[in-house]
Antibody, heavy 122, light 105 residues
Framework: QVHLQESGPGLVRPSETLSLSCSVFGDSVSRTGFYWGWTRQTPGQGLEWIGSVDYRGTSSYSPTLKSRVTMSVDTSKNQFFLKLMSVTAADTAVYYC??????????????WGQGALVTVSS | DIRMTQSPSTLSASVGDRVTITCRASQTISSWLAWYQQKPGKAPKLLIY???TLESGVPPRFSGSGSGTEFILTIASLQPDDIATYYC????????FGQGTRVEI
């Protein structure tokens, strides 16, 4: 059974960088045919895809967030990571890590972590 | 951006009812659409992908149809466990979600 678990600070100061990790259990981040992604959820904006990355570091980011986002993978630890720079209160959300199906591009998300609430506040 | 619009926003039905939720895309997305179910405090769960393919383990009372710009999620006989918010998601061009449909009994 595949299981994903987010970890990271629950509070980030405005203008700083939000950093989250996702540990993968029951699967390998090096597996072909899948990307590893991040989606966030806010009460006002609903669900918003942030981006996805594969084990080689090939990534696809939301055009809206692309200028502030970096994603990476550590195959030795079976983890992947999100960095979101220059955060504001609008980045306050529950952040989910996901396993994303991939054919020629990123498709749906078949496994989700439980979610990590990140609040941006001074 | 491809915008996804769901209707209705909230739906009230009785146990055993047939329930349908509509999702419309602002431009054609072929069949590149998924449906998710989210219960309060939980992560979304994949129900259907590629517009009509049932994810493994999902009860057969759930079904999806449509292509192009209009899609439908149907629950053949609503059960108490189906109380949740349902989201559509397109993945034809990047990925965007609908605003959600809350199903109540």
């Amino acid at each position: 059974q595949v299981h994903l678990q987010e970890s990271g600070p629950g509070l980030v100061r405005p203008s700083e960088t939000l950093s989250l990790s996702c540990s993968v259990f029951g699967d390998s981040v090096s597996r072909t045919g899948f990307y590893w992604g991040w989606t966030r959820q806010t009460p006002g904006q609903g669900l918003e895809w942030i981006g996805s990355v594969d084990y080689r570091g090939t990534s696809s980011y939301s055009p809206t967030l692309k200028s502030r986002v970096t994603m990476s993978v550590d195959t030795s630890k079976n983890q992947f990571f999100l960095k979101l720079m220059s955060v504001t209160a609008a980045d306050t959300a529950v952040y989910y890590c996901t396993r994303d199906r991939f054919v020629e591009w990123v498709l749906d998300s078949d496994y989700w972590g439980q979610g990590a609430l990140v609040t941006v506040s001074s | 951006d491809i915008r996804m619009t769901q209707s209705p926003s909230t739906l009230s039905a009785s146990v055993g009812d047939r329930v349908t939720i509509t999702c419309r895309a602002s431009q054609t997305i072929s069949s590149w659409l998924a449906w998710y179910q989210q219960k309060p405090g939980k992560a979304p769960k994949l129900l259907i992908y590629d517009a009509s393919t049932l994810e493994s383990g999902v009860p057969p009372r759930f079904s999806g149809s449509g292509s192009g710009t209009e899609f439908i999620l149907t629950i053949a006989s609503l059960q108490p466990d189906d109380i949740a918010t349902y989201y559509c998601q397109q993945y034809n061009n990047y990925r965007t979600f609908g605003q959600g449909t809350r199903v109540e009994i």
